[in-house]
């Protein structure tokens, strides 16, 4: 369908456009904002899944648990998918108590898939507003993309190189935690944010970036 878009969309759709990404990470909040003003829902965000269908990272409006970070039994679907269009029996809206979703995904390297979602409690997606998000798909993809490009092994802090040092050297998350005189959930922080700055999903693969980069 023809899309005329009004002043304010335009403008949105601008300011989309002129979005700097910011590496070893989701799309910038203020992108993510862009968005009120393409398509109108109840909650948004945006997430990167790892192949398994595990949620690796996660940007919620209203920010809200979401639960099990295991969202799907396998690889998130890239592209546009307007959940009422699927077949009865293949809607997942209804099953999370809301009337519609839109999703939007990206294959964005290591495996990794980052999926932006809209829902809405009452009202459907209009056509209009699917054609709109299609639209802007190419630029949301690229800003997608380059948002999550691995940083390099030096953007690390000292405490993350120190914690992927020794997980190199086979330690578990217990030794690691002993030797640097810290809790286990520390250690689990810091290979938590070693992993998104690195773009990586596991341990070893950071272990190895951290090689790598050395």
């Known amino acids: 369908m023809t899309v005329i878009l009004e002043e304010r969309t335009r403008l949105a759709v601008r300011r989309l456009l002129a979005e700097e990404p910011e590496a070893g990470g989701l799309l910038p909040v203020t992108a993510m904002r862009v968005f009120e003003h393409l398509v109108g829902c109840d909650f948004y965000g945006i997430g990167r899944y790892d192949r398994t269908?595990?949620?690796l990272q996660r940007l919620v409006f209203p920010s809200m648990d979401l639960g099990n970070p295991q969202v799907c039994d396998g690889g998130v679907p890239i592209g546009l998918i307007h959940d009422a269009a699927q077949?009865?029996?293949?809607?997942?809206?209804?099953y999370f108590g809301q009337r519609d979703f839109l999703r939007l995904g990206f294959a964005t390297g290591?495996?990794?898939v980052t999926q932006l979602y809209f829902s809405r409690r009452r009202a459907w997606f209009t056509e209009r507003e699917v054609a709109v998000l299609a639209m802007v798909?190419?630029?949301v993809?690229?800003?997608?993309?380059?948002?999550?490009?691995?940083?390099?092994?030096?953007?690390?802090?000292?405490?993350e190189r120190r914690v992927?040092?020794?997980v190199a050297r086979g330690a578990s998350n217990r030794e690691v935690a002993e030797?640097?005189?810290v809790t286990v959930h520390?250690?689990?922080?810091?290979?938590?944010n070693a992993y998104r700055k690195l773009g990586v999903t596991n341990r070893t693969a950071a272990a190895l970036h951290l090689r790598v980069g050395s």
């Open 186 to 192: 520390t250690v689990r922080k810091h290979l938590e």
């Open 164 to 166: 992927l040092t020794l």
């Open 137 to 139: 798909e190419p630029a």
């Open 87 to 94: 077949p009865e029996d293949e809607r997942e809206a209804p």
């Open 179 to 181: 030797e640097l005189y």
């Open 53 to 55: 269908g595990y949620r």
């Open 141 to 159: 993809g690229r800003l997608v993309r380059a948002c999550a490009a691995p940083l390099p092994a030096d953007s690390l802090s000292a405490s």
């Open 110 to 112: 290591q495996g990794t």
